[in-house]
């Protein structure tokens, strides 16, 4: 029971986490990308379109990337060559998406709701066939193709950080004049991390919508949102972001449980992977000040 | 370099009028008359003038609001569930009673009060333990929308609605209608007021002069003796107290209930008119009915011709995107601030 539990939460978490390692590079860079939601949304769409259209999950998933990695590049565009605010840019960004979505999907599907697609290649499935059916074999099995590329984006972004890329991308948040002097191409490092940005984001939608071969328009669900908190929240260390992002995977899987197994009204489970991250965050807030107090 | 700005402005405009054209040609049957429908509609008739000004007293509110937050350096992003909540809460307690002025009083009075709780406690827990703002009003605003739907939805659900509302206010509780046949109401008068009457205060008042230093810069605003800590917590309350109070005058004007998701967005959208009027209270009156228009043309055009109304989301993203840009910058000025 608690293994299942655990099994599914690793399952929600990764979504979560690829869009908040995305979203952490360009907080390293000292320039937190607002947009994920939308961009994570428009990968959801972009990936099962193209996938049902072309019968092809791969393809899928690289319209997703190539197309995520355009908005997030736009995003730093307006910033760096207009100076448009890029807060204000990234919630545009999520505005803007959350409407094109919609029209997309009801001029090109003619629907606005929940829409299956057929035609999209089952994802091939690691399955691991040994005798023992304990608790490491269920937590260990059955991950998707998607999902196996997810953990291993989790572990190039703790590569990455550990590269001369990751330390120039630090020292640009830290102080970017003095990078400057010191001879880094800030334009370069900042557009490849929102490129990295943009990747990610890419993966974490085509995460949510490839392997149920459906969209809505609201399936995101605010995981984008939570993917932000968790960058914050990790800081300058993959590892602190995903582990974060577990937190937050266990608490979306204890949402949907609760809405399937018990009576808690569904609007109050719905709350609950907020609640828990507010906690937690506060929590770790809480803690970190106190040590640096005492 | 005054004209260079004026120039941006156009700009920006063009191209999310062109974009807009683009986008309605492209899903539209009939893209003459839509285009029609889209951008003269909200002036062909004094009723969807009249709706039009309404929807947007909401956005003259959070606009309101997001502009007090920003003010003193502050964001607020939980408005949408300070307006959200704060109405759905107030219409509970005033459908308690009879007396018009009385049921009145205590709607604004409790919405006012919940929305100002809402924000208050994120700015304590940022002043207390330097807990992020943004992360902060973000999660306790949407904790909150879920609350105020499962209100809507649980307890205070009026059984014979078709879908989760709150029972009806009585006639003469809401506000008085200015322009019939449309649902232009005196909130809407009220709403400029007030945009004035925070014009001045900024300005003129202490208070203001505060609130202005404190935005500029916290460290030379404490050594002067501000109480920097105080004035977060009062721009805090306060916007929180006006997003409710939108939330509350929509009710009372327009619908008349708290219905499931009557809040449309308008807290993210109120942040929109804020910065689309450079966060100066006298502009915000005329940002939001900029973001009003373009919602009731869509949502005209989708009436007449059938186009989804979500063009006015997409449309108001693209204003959104461009409003912070300036283009025609100089190359100069560019370089500088890169190394600044």
Known sequence: MLIQLLRTSISSALPISTAALGASFTHMLGKLNIAVEGTMLWACFVSVYVADRLNSWLLGLLAALISSCILSLSVWSLHRYFRANIFVVGLGMNVLISGLVVLLSSTLLGSRGTIFFEKIPQLPVLRLSSSRSDGIDVLLSDYNVLELIAILAVLFSWIVVKTPFGLRMKAVGKNESVAKQLGVNVDTIAASSFILCGLYCGMAGSLLALPLGLFVSGMTNNRGWLALVAAVLGGDSPLGVFGVSLILGFAVALSHRLQLQTNVPSEIAFAVPMILTLLVALTYNVLTKARKRG | ?340
Not at chain 2, 269 to 282: E, M, T
Request: charged residues 10%; neutral net charge.
């Open chain 2, 1 to 340: 370099m005054r004209s260079l700005r004026i120039l941006s402005s156009i700009v920006t405009v063009a191209v999310a009028f062109g974009a807009s054209v683009a986008i309605l040609c492209l899903v539209s049957p009939e893209p003459r008359e839509t285009l029609w429908w889209f951008f003269v509609g909200p002036f062909s008739n004094v009723y969807f003038f009249g709706n039009m000004l309404a929807s947007s007293v909401p956005l003259i509110f959070t606009g309101l609001a997001a502009c007090v937050a920003f003010s003193a350096g502050a964001f607020n992003l939980g408005l949408e569930g300070q307006y959200y909540f704060s109405a759905i809460v107030g219409t509970i307690a005033a459908l308690n009673f009879s007396n018009a002025t009385v049921s009145r009083f205590v709607a604004l009075v409790v919405s006012a009060s919940a929305g100002a709780l809402l924000s208050f406690v994120p700015a304590l827990l940022k002043v207390k333990f330097s807990f992020n703002e943004l992360i902060g009003t973000y999660m306790v605003g949407q904790i909150f929308v879920y609350v105020g739907d499962y209100l809507l939805n649980g307890p205070f659900r009026d059984p014979s609605a078709a879908f989760s509302a709150t029972r009806y206010l009585n006639e003469n509780v809401r506000l008085t209608r200015i322009l019939p046949p449309s649902s232009l109401h005196v909130g809407y008068l009220i709403g400029i007021m007030l945009c004035f009457l925070f014009y001045f205060l900024y300005r003129y008042s202490t208070l203001g002069y505060e609130f202005r230093t404190v935005r500029g810069n916290p460290r030379f605003a404490k050594i002067h003796g501000i109480n920097v800590d105080k004035i977060l917590l009062i721009a805090m309350s306060l916007s929180g107290a006006l997003a409710a109070l939108g939330g509350m005058i929509d009710v009372l004007g327009v619908h008349g209930r708290a219905v499931k998701g009557f809040s449309h967005g308008s807290g993210f959208i109120g942040i929109a008119a804020s910065l689309l009027a450079n966060n100066d209270p006298s502009l915000i009156f005329l940002s939001a009915l900029f973001l009003a228009y373009l919602d009731s043309g869509a949502e005209i055009a989708s009436l007449m011709v059938q186009t989804p109304p979500e063009i006015a989301r997409f449309v108001q993203g693209i204003v959104l995107c461009m409003v912070t840009a300036q283009f025609f910058l100089e190359r100069r000025e560019l370089d500088a601030d890169s190394t600044a």
